[in-house]
């Protein structure tokens, strides 16, 4: 109800949740945390929902997206939910020829070359996606007050999935078509911004209370090079939402040097890993953006003094941000106790409670 006691009012629906508020940076009742990769291998319930079921086909079905998605929000207490999906689930739909190989990520059949096969990459409706309209709606009337977070894979973490044909150490191919035939680099990011911009439509329109654009690997690039062949693709992609109010973040691994230029390419929050502390992060970012990070996913696997003294120095060094929203600084391993997940959202509550 919107009944007002001791001018302390309830709840207003996830719009008005600790995580949203902290993306907007309003005061907040102690710093929100969800973590990246949260429902996934962790999780012994998430491996038995799986088992014989294949990771593309799963997002698929909007039950098991749905109860995937509810898994880690039930264990931990976290402040938000984030779909269960991949950012390549839109490429597929787009008619690539890709499958997710269990312990090596994204594999596509036929990797892109040239102007041709940017061409045979459709461009997708919403009614592609309806699936994904379904789950979304599902979950969002199952979290009440707590938000969902929709996402989607930025232009170049996905060119480099297509171009690669799978992960790589040096995205070489990747470099090698961007310096080399900028056209058809242009036309290929132009494409995926357009797809990977419905997939986040879609999930905004189905009620998605927040977004995170995953530029995994934009960090293998310098500044000069991200800004003029990567930023102007995924500021669209961003861009593309400007006329919701729905906060943005935006994530890469290794992007020390690239804070700054992702939080211009149109980001209300940037997610920073674990090499750059978070105060030397709000600096490079500005005044006018929240951060999220950024615990190292390896210290999960330390003695708990250690990932105390950890979780707390983040929170200090992340007080200096207009808004501080508690992640690792990139995903779960799938070795990592679950038990120890729970553990450190309790602390984080009670440590920052104001
Ligand atoms: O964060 C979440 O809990 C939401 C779900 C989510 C998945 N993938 C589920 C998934 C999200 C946000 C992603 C994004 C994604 N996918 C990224 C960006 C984030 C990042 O990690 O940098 C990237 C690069 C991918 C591509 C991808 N998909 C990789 C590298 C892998 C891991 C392959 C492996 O087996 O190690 C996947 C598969 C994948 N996506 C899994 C999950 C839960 C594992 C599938 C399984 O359980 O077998």
Redo the contacts with the bound molecule.
């Keep these: 109800g919107n009944t007002s006691q001791g001018g302390q009012s309830a709840p207003a629906g996830p719009a008005d949740s600790p995580f949203v508020r902290a993306c907007r940076r309003l005061p907040v009742p102690y710093t929100p945390v969800w973590f ?6 962790s999780l012994p319930e ?1 491996r038995e929902l ?1 088992a014989g079921v294949a ?1 593309l086909e799963s997002c698929r079905r909007p039950e098991l997206v749905r109860e995937i998605t509810l898994q880690p929000v039930r264990r931990h207490g976290v402040d938000a939910a ?7 689930v839109p490429v597929a739909v787009a008619g690539v020829d890709l499958e ?7 594999v596509v059949a036929q990797p892109v070359r040239d102007a041709a096969d940017v061409d045979r990459i459709r461009p997708i409706t919403a009614d592609d996606l309806s699936f994904v309209d379904e789950a979304v709606r599902m979950l969002v009337a199952d979290l009440g007050d707590t938000p969902l977070i929709g ?1 989607a ?1 930025a232009p170049f ?1 996905l060119a480099s ?1 297509l171009i690669e044909g799978g ?1 790589s150490r040096t995205h070489a191919k990747t470099k090698a078509l961007m310096y080399g035939a900028p056209e058809v680099w242009h036309a290929l990011c132009g494409r995926l911004a357009e797809i990977t911009g419905e997939f986040l439509r879609v999930q905004v329109d189905a009620g998605a209370s927040a977004v995170q654009l ?1 530029d ?1 690997w934009a960090g293998a690039l310098s500044e000069a090079d991200y800004r003029r062949f990567v930023l102007p693709h995924s500021a669209k992609v961003l861009a593309g939402l400007a006329d919701t109010d729905i906060p943005r973040i935006h994530f890469g ?1 290794g992007t020390a040097e690239l804070l700054g230029a992702m939080g211009e390419a149109g980001a209300d929050v940037v997610g920073v890993d674990w090499r750059t502390p978070l105060d030397a992060a709000t600096v490079r970012i500005g005044p006018d953006k929240a951060i999220q990070g950024n615990l190292d996913p390896c210290v999960l696997f330390a003695p708990w003094p250690v990932i105390e003294a950890e979780v707390r120095r983040i929170l200090a060094e992340g007080a200096s941000a207009p808004g501080h929203v508690f992640n690792l600084g ?2 779960v391993l ?1 070795e990592t106790d679950p038990e120890v997940l729970t553990r450190v959202v309790a602390l984080v509550h009670e440590a920052s409670a104001r």
Excluded: E, K
């Excluded at 990246?36 to 291998?41: E, H, N, S, T």
């Excluded at 984030?82 to 390549?88: A, C, P, Q, R, Y």
């Excluded at 997710?100 to 994204?106: D, F, N």
């Design positions: 990246m990769r949260q429902a996934g291998r998430y799986r990771m984030v779909l269960f999906s991949d950012i390549v997710i190989v269990p312990g090596t990520g994204p996402f894979g973490t999935y992960p995953f995994s691994v990139h995903g799938p």
